[in-house]
């Protein structure tokens, strides 16, 4: 699941168990970006693949890079990658945030019947005419995007995470 990297290999399979990854519904996540300078927080829902190969399409809802963050205004880049589906064309673009990204908002996807919707406080940030239709797992993370540095571990806040299923 995932595929980005040609030098990994699965060394020991273990059996498929997907407790939550709907084809379509909708997820909420609340969170505080970091503010450590040279890093990411990102939230994603990406195919499983465990149908086929090409279910692999991502529904990104934001990545904020913590330089891009003041406390006035933030920038995040949102929409959907196509990964290794040849039924999705890449659609990133970089939205403007009235806010400060280091405190607690509300990111909202609503996806299914050829459509995502991505907005953040209730505000529609992206609609996008296509949607992936199979199983997607929801990842949250953070990423040292720049060279190492400053103090470990680095860090953000997840407040609340709620998903539902059509």
């Known amino acids: 699941m995932h595929r980005h990297r040609t030098d990994l290999a699965v060394r020991t399979e273990t059996p ?3 407790l939550f990854a709907p084809a379509r ?17 990102a939230a994603w829902l990406v195919g499983t693949e465990h149908l086929s190969p090409e279910d692999s399409g991502e529904i990104c809802l934001f990545e904020i890079d913590a330089d891009a963050v003041t406390a006035t205004a933030a920038r995040a880049r949102s929409g959907i990658k196509a990964h290794h589906d040849p039924r999705l064309a890449t659609d990133m673009t970089e939205v403007a945030l009235p806010f ?3 405190r607690p908002h509300t990111w909202t ?4 019947a050829g459509e995502t919707i991505i907005g953040c406080e209730g ?3 992206r609609r996008l005419e296509q949607a992936p239709d199979y199983p997607l797992a929801l990842m949250i993370d953070i990423f040292e995007v720049d060279a190492p540095g400053g103090s470990y571990p680095k ?3 997840v407040h609340r995470v709620r998903g539902w299923s059509e």
């Open 100 to 102: 400060d990204a280091g």
């Open 25 to 41: 519904g909708r997820v909420d996540v609340t969170l505080s970006a970091t503010r450590d300078s040279g890093c990411m927080v």
């Open 109 to 112: 996807v609503v996806w299914g």
């Open 123 to 125: 505000v529609v940030l």
């Open 155 to 157: 860090s953000f806040v």
């Open 16 to 18: 498929t168990s997907l």
